[in-house]
């Protein structure tokens, strides 16, 4: 698998308690357009995976290249993710990593458990974007994406 590239993003939920949650992935896929459906892989039994299925509602934020750091921080398991970061609520109640290139706040649609993980497809009920250069994860390191500026973009979807 780690020779396939990826962006990396950071999947975020309140537990129905109210907690926050948040796991850095790069299982980012997505589904569909209309409706527009992403999915995500977490592993079962992680807090966020609780908080995702538990709460029914989650954000995901793709990270630029200069959020490496927030890409580890949110990997590492056990600790508060967000302690000290500002991260912003905003009107859907959700956090989200600040600065991030893009926001999108889904409710579960469905979610089914693969093997040790559990596929979690979202329905898009809000975005929004940034510009910026994403931060992409290659043969276990992280890496930054080399654009071809000079091309105007091929597809967008
Ligand atoms: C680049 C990168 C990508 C990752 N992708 C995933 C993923 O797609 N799914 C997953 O369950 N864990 C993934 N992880 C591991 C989780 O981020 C890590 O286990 C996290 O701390 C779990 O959160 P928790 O504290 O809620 O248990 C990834 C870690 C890194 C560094």
Known sequence: MSRFATGVAVVTARAPDGTRHGM????????SLDPP???VCLTTGARSTEAVTGAGRF??????ARQQHIALRFAR?????FAGLPADDGEHSLPV???????????V????VAGDH??????????????GEPLAFFGGRFTEVALQHEE???WSF
């Open 118 to 131: 559990v596929v979690v497809v979202g329905r898009v009920r809000e975005m929004c974007d940034r510009p």
């Open 97 to 107: 990593v600040p600065g991030a290139l893009a926001h999108l706040v889904c409710d």
């Open 77 to 81: 398991r056990g600790e508060d993710h």
């Open 109 to 112: 649609d469905r979610h089914l």
């Open 59 to 64: 954000a995901v934020s793709f990270l630029s």
């Open 37 to 39: 459906l992403l999915l």
């Open 152 to 154: 105007a973009p091929l």
């Open 24 to 31: 850095t992935v790069n299982s980012f896929t997505s589904v």
